[in-house]
């Protein structure tokens, strides 16, 4: 693991650790994101391990986590960050080369706030950071649909079902989730509803313990699993 001090910043930065078992891997997320402004690699882990104990000691804005990973994969690793046992999460960007559904799934129930492949655009895997960072998760567009698909026919993944949702929620709280499963960010949804972004937020807050989830990403698949919004064409 590795660490590093860059100093006094002029304005706001996303302080991010980035967690993966390949060293050139490692080096070139780390390289790719810290060449940004707005975005401070503050330590890098090769390991679940080390990505658990850096975090938690650093509290960073964002981890980026590799999904296979020796010891500790990135699974168990988000989990002990942002699982639904954690008092105070961090929030976990999941980055792999798999395509694959149960890696996928994994994540989400661990509490991942995003998911992207590894293949991605440079440019979008810094605004994933960004999203996630902001609070407002994300999932690569590659994945959506097929996702989308999925989630209905499973059942696992959210506790609370449509009936009890819709009644746990006020009507202003649905509105919200309605347009979070759209893909919206908090600055689109008060637009939306003529809100200020603060006011989001703060229905944010209290949405997401109703539903017994713990990111914006979980309760989108909540939304759609449970029916209240229908799949895209």
């Known amino acids: 693991?590795?660490?590093?001090?860059?100093?006094?910043?002029?304005?706001?930065?996303?302080?991010?650790?980035v967690a993966d078992d390949q060293p050139l891997v490692r080096a070139g997320l780390s390289t790719l994101l810290g060449a940004e402004p707005d975005i401070d690699v503050v330590a890098t882990a090769a390991d679940g391990h080390e990505a658990v104990e850096a975090a938690r000691r650093l509290r960073p804005d964002v981890v980026?986590?590799?999904?296979?990973?020796?010891?500790?994969?990135?699974?168990?690793?988000?989990?002990?960050?942002?699982?639904?046992?954690?008092?105070?999460?961090i929030p976990v960007l999941v980055l792999t080369t798999f395509d694959i559904d149960d890696y996928l799934f994994g994540a989400l129930e661990a509490g991942a706030s995003g998911f992207l492949l590894k293949d991605a655009d440079p440019a979008v895997l810094v605004q994933a950071v960004r999203s996630v960072a902001a609070g407002n998760g994300t999932l690569g567009d590659t994945l959506t649909k097929r996702v989308l698909s999925e989630v209905v026919s499973r059942?696992?993944?959210?506790?609370?079902?449509?009936?009890?949702?819709?009644d746990l929620l006020t009507s202003r709280e649905l509105d919200i989730v309605l347009l979070l499963a759209q893909g919206m960010s908090n600055d689109e949804i008060a637009q939306a509803l003529v809100l200020e972004v603060s006011t989001v937020k703060s229905h944010l807050a209290r949405i997401l313990p109703k539903l017994g989830v713990r990111s914006r990403l979980q309760a989108a698949v909540w939304a759609y699993q449970n029916r209240i919004v229908d799949l895209p064409d």
Not at 70 to 76: E, F, H, Q, R, Y
């Open 1 to 17: 693991m590795s660490e590093r001090n860059t100093g006094a910043t002029t304005g706001p930065v996303i302080r991010t650790v």
């Open 155 to 166: 059942r696992r993944t959210q506790p609370v079902t449509a009936a009890r949702g819709t």
């Open 64 to 89: 980026c986590m590799d999904i296979r990973m020796p010891g500790m994969d990135g699974i168990a690793a988000t989990r002990a960050l942002c699982g639904p046992d954690v008092a105070d999460p």
